[in-house]
């Protein structure tokens, strides 16, 4: 065991790995060592007699970092995902430091309270109802597993069925309603909910992937009995938001539950030269979204928010003898999430809001809303360059050559060259590469410096590709 007197060295240590990796990201334009190297720098025999904590700290990073992607650089612009604000980083360090178990508040005020105040602070910086409730869960996915639970039980409670006591066998059936570009992960709450992934009514959507009103409407139309509509803030690929605002009038007519994948397009409320976008959203029952992507916040953070906090707290609520009893209108985080023991996620959270600002916030989504269209701009002036979706958000997908092949062989030229991290995805049938422009680092320069790299690349490939026409042209002739 590490001796108390020997902690604080061990940390510093551990801080001055972590800001010498953090400094030096921008240099870091190689790709990472592959998974089978990375296996072979980790696969030690079962250690059967320890060895000193600092030792272990600097063999880690030793073995680590040559295996790690400049993810929190600026010019990583793959998934959709935040570069970690060393803001928020710093307070994960002291929210590990802690150890605070955060299910009960009689037991870790600090990081209940924590997580009261970031409730309040993300539903209004949301612009979502005040009295919603929050849970503090890992991500986007759980979000949306938590708001489905809610919604599952309450529209089940509605026609006289308590799907929390008694599970659904024999329950009525539920319609779920869902656009047929719908995240993958809300298919898994679906599944993991016993709502089946296959068993819903997907809806038509439209070239960005929203969802068609017209289309909702006639298979709402058909529906019987209970009805939960998921609509989505931000497809993954087009940036595109379901029509809201015209959609959730119409379910809330048929008694419908609305829950809303806002993963990261949600934030474009709190950013007014894009809130425009996101418009009605806030009419829903619940809301899926993260802190790891546009607020930057260290992983582990997403928001589940639900607008009949006693219809979350039913769905996730964990009762026992020796947990502290709650007092009328408290908040325990366990009630909002399916974990017991878990980190206090608020504390970082805490941390990125308060270093940022509503004012900061709003200035990092909309910069990032402007480098994506500066870049589309410049990336769709090269011939043989298309630009697949309307790019009114932070999302660009691009296709080079318009083909399959060629698009692959850009996006390997791109991620062996370095200067940028973008990988690719199948849209409406064909191979495209997309950039999702959300790191917090990312300036005009690195956006300005990823599209000479694509274009250099993409020119690469298309010379190639010239020369081996000829090579065939003459062959043939
Ligand atoms: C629209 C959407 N929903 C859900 C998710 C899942 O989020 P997480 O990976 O944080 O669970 C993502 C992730 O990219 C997403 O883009």
Redesign the pocket.
Known sequence: MTQRRDIGDLFAQAAGLASGYRGAIDEASTPPMDYAAMLAAFDLPTPEAGAPAAAVIADLATRAQPGLRAMTGGRFFG??IGASEPVGVAADFLTSAWGQNTANYAATPAAAAVETVVARWVLELLDLPRSASVGFVT???MA?FVGLAAARGAVLRRVGWDADGDGLFGAPPITVLIGDDA?T?VFSALQFLGLGHNRVVRVAADADGRMRVDAFATALASCQGPIIVVL?A?Q?NTGGFDPAAAIIPLAHARGAWVHI?G??GLWARAAPAVAHLAEGFDLADSWAT?G?KWLQTPYDS?YAIVRDAEAHRSAMTIAASYLPPVAAGERDPSHFVPELSRRARGFASWAVIRHLGRAGIAALIEGHCRLASRMATCLAAEPGVRIVNDVRLNQVIVRFGDSDAATEAAIARIQADGVLFAGGARWRGQWVMRLSVISGPTTQDDADRASEAILNAWRVVRGANASDDLARNAQAG
């Open positions: 998934w959709v991500g986007a996915t949306n995240h992960t989505q931000g993954l994948d993963a990261f993260d790891h997403g």
